[in-house]
């Protein structure tokens, strides 16, 4: 979906190395997510914002570290990269609804390749 | 956050029905069913969601029990390109918006 966007989409680098992976949105939304995948699992939750101003740890948290910068960018950095953290990693973005349960939409993913 | 259980794998062939079940014996009160797809490289994309008895739209039926303990994708007369995984998650406002992804369903479609 065209509406988020992750940059880059590819990457490979060195263990130790810091990395940032960017993500985009315009559909306006206040809530944003980053996953990880591994090959043949499914996604882990490792950061979500509910707004510019709230940051919460995920599943996985260890090892990584956000920041929202704006209500439609979301950052994801690796300070110091290990082989481990080899994996696809996924943007999100969701509405509030005080109605219930809202639907995510995913970026195209990063996948990350760490040596 | 409520855990599910659904198959591994399943196979099909086009035209038929599919119907794919997930069990999660611990759901809130609170928390609506949702159904995700994902294509190999892409991210989840929704399907259906809802909170009990039956919910269709363009692509697929949802059914769930009174208990709600379970719950029933439906997608008629797949074809090829519903070959994918496909994953039940359960969750609402307690759970802050937050999905768990199990390990999905991979369906392949043959012809």
């Known amino acids: 979906d065209a509406d988020v966007t992750q940059t880059p989409r590819n990457r490979i680098t060195k263990t130790g190395k810091r990395i940032m992976l960017e993500c985009s949105q315009t559909k306006g939304h206040d809530r944003m997510y980053w996953y990880r995948q591994d090959p043949g699992l499914g996604l882990r939750l490792i950061y979500y914002s509910f707004d510019v101003k709230d940051i919460n740890k995920g599943e996985i948290s260890d090892g990584y570290s956000v920041s929202r910068q704006a209500q439609a960018k979301f950052s994801l950095s690796l300070e110091s990269a290990i082989p481990n953290q080899t994996a696809l990693y996924f943007c999100a973005t969701s509405d509030f609804s005080s109605g219930g349960y809202n639907e995510q939409f995913f970026g195209p993913g990063t996948r990350l390749t760490v040596l | 956050l409520a855990k599910t259980t659904q198959p591994i794998s399943m196979d099909s062939y086009e035209g038929q029905e599919v119907n794919i079940t997930c069990s999660h014996n611990n759901i809130a009160t609170n928390d609506y069913i949702t159904w995700y797809q994902q294509f190999p490289s892409q991210g989840p994309r929704f399907i259906i969601q809802g909170y009990k008895t039956k919910v269709t739209n363009e692509v697929a039926s949802l059914f769930i029990p009174a208990d709600r303990k379970s719950s029933t994708l439906s997608l008629p007369r797949v074809s090829l390109s519903d070959t994918a995984v496909y994953y039940c998650?359960?969750?609402?406002?307690?759970?802050?918006?937050?999905?768990?992804f199990g390990g999905g369903t991979r369906l392949m479609v043959k012809p």
């Open positions: 998650l359960v969750g609402g406002l307690r759970a802050g918006n937050m999905l768990t």
